[in-house]
């Protein structure tokens, strides 16, 4: 059985940190491209960053300098480093498996960033 679980979400402060991380079970974690979204409330589903099976980068720019992605093949874990948080970074984070004709997602973690 496929398997994306995010963990790591809460409540943050603006200017804050949290690290957030999906771990993958029931396919070959190396060979897919791994990514985040995020989904703001009443907002659409946004995607923030991937990484390649081969560990290139990509970030959206509302998050570039912020926000860090990165995967561990040996452990099945993606990761997702989010520094200097701001309100308009609330939202829930999913994690994507893709590989062509596939894609796995995760049940979403929430990320509250108030004062």
């Known amino acids: 059985e496929v398997q994306l679980v995010e963990s790591g979400g809460g409540l943050v402060q603006p200017g804050g940190s949290l690290r957030l991380s999906c771990a993958a079970s029931?396919?070959?974690?190396?060979?897919?491209?791994m990514s985040w979204l995020r989904q703001a409330p009443g907002k659409g589903l946004e995607w923030i960053t991937t990484i390649s099976m081969t560990g290139t980068t990509a970030y959206a720019d509302s998050v570039k300098g912020r926000f860090t992605i990165t995967r561990d093949n040996a452990k099945n874990t993606l990761y997702l480093e989010m520094n200097s948080l701001r309100p308009d970074d609330t939202a829930v984070y999913y994690c994507?498996?893709?590989?062509?004709?596939?894609?796995?997602w995760g049940q979403g973690t929430q990320v509250t960033v108030s004062s």
């Open positions: 029931g396919f070959m974690f190396s060979s897919y491209h």
């Open positions: 994507n498996a893709n590989f062509p004709g596939r894609a796995y």
